[in-house]
């Protein structure tokens, strides 16, 4: 009896965390807590090997929260300290956000900077071994507490990735993760690049003193690079967004089943920058914030957004603290952008998630491991490039050079202002690379005709 008794608390507090008043629900529920307790006994009692009363209730709780969506998560209190460390900018581990999708833990994408990234991992990548432990149907927090360790230890991580039919296999030093969210430089015409990592407590800030500082430089056009940006603090979002148009503007709508998350985000400020032609780029690691951010501006008008689909993650976490140390992250609304469209991610094949751009620009996921690697040329000065693509490698980044063009023929506001003329845009850009791809393949046949040719003539 006193086991029945143990596990009757445990369940009791594993179906408090799915509904506030479940002891006023139906009488089918109560049958359903009879049942996981008789479960939960049975496996105590019989199980081949012997079993913890504390493992059995911690597995029920994150199968009731792993029934609800991706994004809500019960973490241990290990688990809960190390996301508050993250959140501070204070842990070692390889650089990944991750999230399960279809029983794979999933990268939304790596952060810049980290070993995962500089070893070329991607956006929608799927984990399968994290060492020699399968991955498969693993939750978020024990994929999370497996890559992580102490900085110059070493992990082993098997990727599947669509693009390629073999695995692909990381073997990656952890780090100190110290994330550098902000970077920027001045390039042609007096255009301002900015690419934001993750949108922190001190992003906005930061941009604002880049803004400020090239004001006085003559700065002219802004390029925002929101690639692989996997989100952050809604804050942050908001208050960028505010650089750049009218005070009191609504810039975002939150609802939830709870009449409190019923939310109108405005624009605040003085909005020194609405006139400066403004384009931001985007792909599918670009999520949650940088979907608020690229969304917003598109729906109000005020940016370009060029690129591929976002990842499409428009809801609102809350994380819960709970009275033994552990934590619940719950979603708890829905984002909803100016023109009242949710952000939605599908799992269906050919369904289009996040934020459409408005001129789409695809790029192969072998290009985009060559763009990670080079992408920091473009932030050096005096000290030496921390790329690894020789000269002879690199290649065009087809989506910031398009801004640029944009810019300089003074297109941008055009094209904002009538959408068929980036239909045009991205028609053309299709047909050029086509147009390109013949070509190399017909160039390769000719290759391949003339060494046939050549091995003819030996003979």
């Given amino acids: ?60 709780i994150k199968g009731v929260v792993r029934t609800l969506d991706p994004f809500s998560q019960y973490m241990e209190e290990n688990d809960y300290k ?50 020699d432990k399968s991955a498969i149907n693993m939750s978020s927090d024990e ?6 360790g102490k900085a110059g230890t070493k992990v082993k991580v098997t990727m599947a990735r669509d693009s390629i039919k073999q695995e692909v296999e990381f073997e990656l030093t952890r780090e100190k993760i110290k994330i550098e969210t902000v970077k920027y430089t001045m390039l042609e015409d007096k255009t301002v690049y900015i690419r934001l990592s993750e949108f922190n407590a001190q992003s906005a800030a930061d941009i604002q003193k880049a803004l400020a500082d090239y004001s006085k430089q003559g700065m002219k056009a802004l390029v925002l690079d929101l690639r692989n940006n996997p989100g952050g603090l809604l804050d942050s979002a908001i208050d960028i967004c505010s650089m750049f148009i009218k005070e009191r503007t609504v810039i975002l709508t939150t609802k939830g089943r709870v009449e409190e998350m ?8 003085k909005g020194e920058y609405t006139q400066i032609p403004f384009v931001i780029l985007v792909n599918r690691g ?3 914030a940088s979907e608020i951010v690229s969304g917003a501006m598109q729906d109000l008008k005020r940016a370009l957004i060029i690129g591929a689909n976002t990842f499409g993650k428009g809801s609102v976490q ?100 009538n959408p068929k003329l980036a239909v045009k845009e991205t028609k053309e850009i299709k047909e050029a690379k086509e147009k390109e791809a013949k070509e190399a393949e017909e160039a390769k046949e000719e290759q391949e005709e003339e060494v046939c040719i050549e091995e003819e003539d030996e003979e």
């Fill in 1 to 60: 009896m006193k086991i029945i008794g143990k596990m009757f608390v445990l369940a009791a507090a594993v179906l408090s965390l799915c509904c506030a008043n479940v002891f006023a629900a139906e009488d089918e529920t109560y049958d359903k807590l009879k049942i996981m307790v008789d479960v939960m006994e049975i496996i105590n009692a019989n199980y081949v090997s012997e079993t913890e009363s504390k493992e059995l209730a911690v597995g029920a």
């Fill in 82 to 131: 190390e996301m508050k460390n993250e959140t501070e900018g204070s842990y070692s581990g390889i650089g990944l956000r991750i999230m399960v999708k279809n029983g794979f833990i999933t990268v939304v994408s790596p952060i810049p900077g980290t070993p995962a990234y500089k070893a070329g991992v991607l956006p929608e990548d799927r984990i399968i071994k994290i060492d």
């Fill in 262 to 269: 019923k939310k109108e985000y405005y624009s605040k400020g």
């Fill in 318 to 417: 809350s994380v819960i603290p709970l009275s033994d140390g552990s934590a619940l992250r719950l979603t708890i609304a829905k984002y909803y952008l100016p023109s009242g469209r949710p952000i939605v991610h599908s799992d269906e094949k050919n369904a289009r998630n996040g934020i459409t751009p408005d001129i789409e620009i695809a790029i192969s996921p072998e290009d985009e491991v060559r763009l990670y690697a080079q992408s920091e040329m473009i932030f050096s000065k005096d000290k030496a490039p921390k790329s690894k693509v020789e000269d002879k490698e690199k290649i065009e980044d087809i989506m910031l050079n398009k801004a640029l063009e944009l810019i300089r023929e003074n297109k941008v506001r055009d094209i904002i202002a």
């Fill in 286 to 288: 670009s999520a949650s």
């Fill in 143 to 148: 994929a999370v507490g497996l890559m992580r």
